[in-house]
């Protein structure tokens, strides 16, 4: 037997999926708020860290290149009349500034006339950068191991031993060269002012630093990555900007925020290209507001109990006027003779109703607008076109719907030719024209059910519903269609701009069991096509058509 629920029951269920979902929704909104926020906070830190740390580095070396030029003017040197003097200069300076391992001074050759502790003494360093850079002026080398000191200075760690150098010529009164002062710091300097600043940082918020020289090589970090090369889309977007945080993917395939600073310099040091780059795991920084969202809807689930109750004694005394007529109804239909009483509340009960109908209506506007946004996160703002996002999204589903059945796939990857000289040319609007135009003959190029997405720039890829027994075929005709419709002029503001495509091509299940593989071979078959010219199809499996062969 059918079971009716009462009112009571329907306020109390109705109360519970409006907290519920209310909370749901709120936690979303305050937690997608506070993640950007948080992000915004960690990430300039990290930027201001690490431009602290560079900060430190570059005053540093100053400092003490300005320490080598006072003594490279002393009467001591400018005038060697015994080198056990020199040395003994030398040896003093060593013993206040542990971070020189090694300081000498030659003559006008490269012979090390006096060094500290002896070292090298009488032996020629002529052929070596610090001498021959030193005597033409003021020179500061990047990071490089040891060559003569390596087996002549201690070395407790046992580690390979990485030097600066600075060195400068010392000249007498006429301006002829006397000789060259030069010196090794040790690299461990840089690792003790990281200790000095950064530590407590990076122990409190698990914050990692590197230092990376102008080749990219990493000078500074963890073990297993110092000398690795590392490159970050951040790095060549720098610019002008001294520091700058982004959320940046990392070799490892994780993402981070990564604060990042390049050395300017102090005074009349230029700097060496050094970048100073901070990272935090992007999970680690969400995980506040992960928590917070989980707080919210813990509450969210007590309110719900709470009002659910609440919602049962309100519905009580809102029925009660309806129970008061269901038991007069009664009891006319058992003969009595009653009187069915006059209900003052029908008012508050109709506006109650359309009080529910008005949040519920509003809910649904909320959510339609959570996904009007989610949309726009899926589509590119200039063309219209679905995006990389959207794109990782539709391959599994496409994948799955397509599994089995007679029909496959065809990926083309295109890529605009003369797209950038027109940009350079004309500007960002006129580029933009071109974008909007190139997209819009792509779209008319398709058939039902294909996809054109934009990845980027004026790379895009084709998604085509094919006939597996025919399905080359098919694929390049799109291909040439679509060449074809990007040959034609494009206007702007009386003038008309040519550009064309190259195509890369494969198949799927034909040349890979998944969709994300066949991307990858189509952008090789791509890459192909664009080395043997401009405007043809090169499909996976075939090689590609040399300049003056047909397509």
């Known amino acids: 037997m059918l079971r009716i629920q009462s009112l009571r029951s329907h306020y109390a269920l109705l109360t519970v999926a409006l907290v519920c979902l209310l909370s749901l929704l709120l936690g979303s909104l305050i937690s997608r708020d506070s993640s950007q926020r948080i992000r915004e906070e960690i990430g300039r830190d990290l930027a201001e860290s690490s431009y602290t740390m560079v900060d430190r580095l570059d005053r540093d070396m100053q400092s003490r290149a300005s320490m080598l030029q006072v003594i490279g003017s002393l009467d001591a040197l400018r005038q ?70 390596a087996k002549l200075l201690p070395n407790p760690t046992g580690e390979a031993m990485k030097f600066v150098d600075i060195s400068l010529p010392v000249r007498d009164d006429a301006g002829r060269l006397i000789g060259v002062l030069a010196s090794h710091l040790s690299w461990s300097w840089a690792d003790e002012v990281r200790e000095a600043i950064l530590k407590p940082i990076e122990e409190n918020r698990q914050i990692e630093f590197f230092v990376v020289g102008r080749d990219r090589t990493i000078l500074l970090g963890p073990r297993e990555m110092v000398g690795q090369r590392l490159h970050l889309p951040m790095m060549n977007e720098l610019a002008d900007q001294q520091s700058e945080w982004a959320v940046q993917q990392w070799p490892d395939g994780q993402e981070y925020l990564t604060g990042l600073t390049a050395s300017q310099g102090y005074l009349d040091y230029p700097g060496l290209g050094w970048m100073v780059v901070a990272r935090q795991d992007l999970q680690l920084a969400d995980a506040p507001v992960r928590a917070m969202h989980l707080t919210i809807l813990g509450w969210g689930v007590v309110l719900a109990v709470l009002f659910a109750a609440c919602g049962w004694l309100l519905a009580s005394y809102v029925t009660r006027p309806l129970r008061t007529i269901a038991r007069a109804a009664d009891r006319l239909a058992n003969g009595e003779i009653t009187v069915i009483p006059e209900i003052g509340s029908l008012r508050e009960i109709a506006r109650l109703s359309h009080s529910i109908r008005h949040l519920v209506e509003s809910l649904t506007h909320q959510h339609a607008e959570l996904d009007a946004l989610e949309n726009r996160a899926h589509h590119d703002p200039l063309t219209g076109l679905p995006n990389r996002a959207a794109l990782a999204r539709f391959l599994p589903r496409a994948q799955q719907r397509n599994q089995g059945s007679q029909d496959g796939l065809a990926v083309l990857y295109l890529d605009l030719d003369g797209f950038k000289p027109v940009n350079d040319r004309y500007g960002h609007a006129a580029g933009d024209q071109v974008l909007r135009e190139a997209a819009s003959r792509m779209r008319a190029c398709l058939r039902g059910g294909d996809l054109v997405v934009r990845l980027g720039g004026d790379e895009f890829l084709m998604i085509l519903q094919v006939a597996a027994d025919d399905a080359a075929n098919q694929a390049r005709q799109v291909a040439e269609r679509t060449i074809q419709a990007l040959a034609g002029p494009i206007h702007w503001e009386n003038q008309q701009l040519l550009i064309g495509c190259s195509i890369g091509g494969a198949l799927w299940p034909q040349d890979a069991s998944s969709l994300e593989q066949v991307v990858e071979l189509a952008d090789q078959a791509l890459y192909r096509a664009k080395q043997t010219g401009r405007s043809r199809v090169t499909l996976h499996g075939e090689a590609p058509a040399a300049d003056g062969d047909p397509q």
């Open 80 to 149: 060697p009349a015994d080198s056990r003097e020199v040395r003994r200069l030398l040896d003093e300076l060593q013993g206040k500034f542990p971070t020189i391992a090694w300081i000498g001074f030659t003559d006008a050759q490269g012979q090390v006339l006096a060094s500290s502790n002896g070292i090298l003494e009488g032996a020629s360093i002529a052929q070596r950068p610090v001498f021959l850079e030193g005597s033409k002026g003021l020179f500061i080398g990047d990071v490089h191991e040891a060559v003569l000191l």
